[in-house]
Structures are given as structure tokens and as C-alpha cells.
């Protein structure tokens, strides 16, 4: 009786502020086409990089041979260009027979003989951006259904050629028909990127219940500019993004590019830590068929994608913004942790940027810390004075574990004796959470 009260009471509080289909309780993870392979359909002339099945069975192979599937990479997500040009004979999308001879069914059975899962692209409009068949407002049910009927697990459903009236119609009416197939479908909308991303125009509190994730702004490229500016925008407005994300709900800045032609491994490290401490979606977008090994330790790097995970499932915010060109950024991790990020903008060499903990709104103790890609530990009291080198364009990634309960005792023992208890007199006042 005890426990049931508050269990019940914070269920329904999630009912009425998240997407009631219980999917995506943390960011999911996995592998997008676009930023990699965009519409390429040229099967003739490149049939290794063009939208077609193979495409997303070699991923899905990638994916479960080599120890993405076990780290949470799960979705196989196809994005534009996969259709046919015309629906079929009773109005329902299709995929293009030639690049998909098994048609959608036959991929996501593909995916679920291996666990993973499948992620289709669909377009709240006439023509998707592409201009490939869109969803105008009269075919939601249909396509819904479609996508049910095919057992897809997740609906990537932009914007493009639809106005805003259509879209405020539009993108509650596709989450309740996705319910309505019975199917567990996550939903990825990408309207508040083409209103702007910021209120009044976007109802975030709206978007919470209808969507399980959306894309706020403009589309990543192939570049160190590109995630720059998205990780400008996503933190500028901070206050108004973190208030809404939380298990079930997340923005997402779009796909991860480690692993393309643009970034150095600094930048790659730094997208990843950017990522992790926006409780982002982790959806690569690249070719794991080539993958370099640096960029696969990245992606691979357990306690960066834990930080991400973190079930508590709280946007982490930026704490400082120094003069020198260099920010500190911080999120509340599960289990009294965090995580911490030093990035520098600078362009000229390492800095070494002098703190302390204590600098950075933590309390008194002693703190266990754990460099995320260097993979060294080290403890440090929060008046610890310390130096971290930050690589041009790179980052500093900190997993920060509460003070430890030894410490804590020693503290407290100190705090005792200084107050003229004798030893034997402790028994009576140690606290039980110490013993
Ligand atoms: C829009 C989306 C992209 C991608 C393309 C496909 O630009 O934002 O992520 O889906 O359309 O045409």
C-alpha cells in the first residue's frame, strides 16, 4: 500500500507528458541513410552505395557481427528515396520493385531474425523533400497501416510540401493512427524543425505527447561547421529544450556523421560527447562496411554511450562559457553521477584550462573521475585545484561518480572529532547509510 501510492501517481504523470506507447524509454540508437548515402539511386553505376535492400542488409549484417547490435545499435532506418513513384492499386505506398524486390516486409523480417530493428521514412505533405509520394492529410490512416502491416518499428515522418496548418493537423492525426494499428511504432516528427524549432510557434508540450522524438532544426552535413552550428542552436536554447526531453521524448540534432570524411577524431569526440549530454538519439550515419577503427572505438565507447543512456533520461545543459574559448558542460546522471565536458574553440594548440570541481557548482567530497576516451581514473575533492588539456576543436569527457560513502564517513568522522566527540561516543551519532 505504501508503495503503490506514489508508483501509480508518477505513472499517471508520465501518461499525460510523454507518448503513451511505452517505446523509446532512452534515446534509441542505430543507423540512418541519409547524411551518408542521400538519394542515391543510381543502382547501375553504384550499386554498392545506392538506395536499395542490400544497402540495409549490409548494415543490418555490420550492425550484428561486430558489436553495434550489443551496445544498444539496434535500428536499421531507411530515409528518403525508397518508394515507388506511384501507389499501388489500392492506394497504398510501395517500395520501388526494382531496388527493393522483396519489398519493406521483406527487410524487417531481415531485421528482426537478428534483433534489430526497422525504421522507415515517411512525409507529412504531397511530395517528400525528395519528391517521392508524400502523406497529404486524406492517406494518414492508410499509410499507417501500411507501415503496421509491413511490422516496421519506427516512422522517420517530415515535412516537406505541407503548410503549417496541414502539419498541425497532420502530425497528431499520424500518432493516433499508428496507435491505432496496434503495432508498437516509435515516431519521429520532424515538425518543430520546419516551425522554427522554438515557442511560441512549436508546442513542445504537445510534441511530448504525440511524438517520441523530433527533430528541431536543420539538417547535419558532412561537416565540423554543420555540428558546430547544431550544437550552437541546441544549446543557446537550452532552457526551453530541457524543460520538455525525458524518457520517451527526446530532440534530436540529428545523425551522428563519425566515421564519414569531415570530422578529425577530435570533432569526432566531440560529437559524441555533445551527444551524450543532450540525452540525444544515437542514429549513425555512415558506412559501417568501412568504418575506421578510430571512429569505431568511438561510437563504441561504452561509457560515453552510457552517459547517453542514462536512465533518469535528463538533457544535460552548458555550465560556462570562459573567455578563453573554453566551455564547460554538465549532466545529471542516475545513482548521484554526472557527466562533465570541457570543449575548446580555439584553433592554436592544447589548452590547459585550470579548475576545480567546486568551481563547477559541486559539493564538498571527494570525487572518483573517470576520462571517458582516455580511460583513466583518478579521485579529486571538489577543492581539488586541476588542469585539463582540451584539443583544438576537441573535448575533455568526465563520468563523475558521487562521493564516495567511505569518504563521506571520513568526513563525517573529521566533522565529528572537530567537534569534540570522542571515538567511542561515534557509535551513537553514524549515521545508518554509513554502516
Ligand atoms: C529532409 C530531412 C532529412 C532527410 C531529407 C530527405 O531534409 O530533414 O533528414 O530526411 O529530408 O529528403
Not at 547490435?69 to 505506398?93: F, K, P, T
Not at 517530415?158 to 496496434?182: F, H, I, R, V, W
Not at 555540428?227 to 537550452?238: P, S
Not at 560527447?273 to 568511438?298: E, H, Q, V
Request: proline share 5%; with cysteine.
Amino acid at each position: 500500500m505504501h508503495l503503490t501510492v506514489p508508483v501509480f501517481a508518477s505513472t499517471l504523470l508520465m501518461a499525460t507528458v510523454a507518448l503513451d506507447n511505452g517505446l523509446m524509454r532512452r534515446p534509441p540508437m542505430g543507423w540512418l541513410a541519409w547524411e551518408r548515402f542521400r538519394c542515391d539511386i543510381d543502382c547501375e553505376h553504384d550499386p554498392k552505395n545506392c538506395i536499395r535492400q542490400k544497402l540495409f542488409t549490409d548494415m543490418a549484417d555490420r550492425l550484428s557481427e561486430d558489436g553495434w547490435r550489443e551496445l544498444g545499435y539496434v535500428y536499421v532506418n531507411i530515409d528518403d528515396c525508397w518508394a515507388s513513384m506511384q501507389r499501388d492499386e489500392h492506394g497504398r505506398l510501395q517500395a520501388d520493385p526494382k531496388r527493393f524486390p522483396g519489398g519493406i516486409s521483406r527487410l524487417s523480417r531481415y531485421m528482426h531474425d537478428r534483433g534489430l530493428k526497422l525504421g522507415i521514412y515517411g512525409d507529412m505533405g504531397t511530395h517528400t523533400c525528395g519528391g517521392y509520394p508524400g502523406t497529404p492529410l486524406n492517406k494518414i490512416e492508410i499509410d499507417a497501416q501500411t507501415f503496421a502491416d509491413w511490422e516496421v518499428d519506427m516512422l522517420k515522418f517530415d515535412g516537406c510540401y505541407s503548410n503549417a496548418t496541414e502539419q498541425e493537423q497532420g502530425y497528431p492525426q499520424m500518432s493516433k493512427a499508428l496507435n491505432a494499428t496496434g503495432r508498437p511504432i516509435a515516431y519521429s516528427c520532424s515538425w518543430p524543425a520546419y516551425q522554427g524549432g522554438l515557442p511560441p510557434k512549436v508546442d513542445y508540450s504537445l510534441l511530448a505527447k504525440i511524438c517520441n522524438l523530433w527533430r528541431n532544426y536543420g539538417d547535419i552535413q558532412d561537416s565540423w561547421e554543420s555540428v558546430l552550428n547544431i550544437v550552437d542552436w541546441f544549446f543557446e536554447n537550452q532552457e526551453v529544450l530541457i524543460a520538455v526531453a525525458g524518457p520517451g521524448r527526446w530532440n534530436d540534432p540529428d545523425m551522428l556523421i563519425i566515421g564519414d570524411f569531415g570530422l578529425s577524431m577530435d570533432q569526432s569526440r566531440a560529437q559524441m560527447a555533445f551527444w551524450a549530454i543532450m540525452a540525444a538519439p544515437l542514429f549513425m550515419s555512415n558506412d559501417l562496411r568501412s568504418i575506421s577503427g578510430g571512429a569505431r572505438n568511438i561510437l563504441q565507447n561504452k561509457m560515453a554511450i552510457g552517459i547517453n543512456q542514462d536512465p533518469l533520461g535528463l538533457q544535460g545543459r552548458r555550465i560556462l562559457k570562459e573567455k578563453s574559448g573554453i566551455e564547460v558542460f554538465w549532466r545529471q546522471l542516475s545513482n548521484d553521477a554526472s557527466a562533465l565536458v570541457f570543449f575548446s574553440r580555439r584553433t592554436d594548440m592544447p589548452y590547459r584550462y585550470q579548475t576545480a570541481l567546486g568551481k563547477l557548482n559541486y559539493t564538498t567530497g571527494s570525487y572518483k573521475v573517470h576520462d571517458v576516451f582516455s580511460e583513466t581514473t583518478m579521485t579529486l575533492k571538489e577543492s581539488t585545484s586541476f588542469v585539463v588539456s582540451v584539443n583544438p576543436t576537441g573535448v575533455v569527457m568526465w563520468y563523475v561518480s558521487a562521493p564516495a560513502k567511505a569518504n563521506r564517513l571520513h568526513q563525517f568522522l573529521g566533522n565529528a572529532r572537530l567537534r569534540g566527540l570522542a571515538r567511542d561516543d561515534l557509535s551513537n551519532v553514524i549515521p545508518p547509510v554509513f554502516l
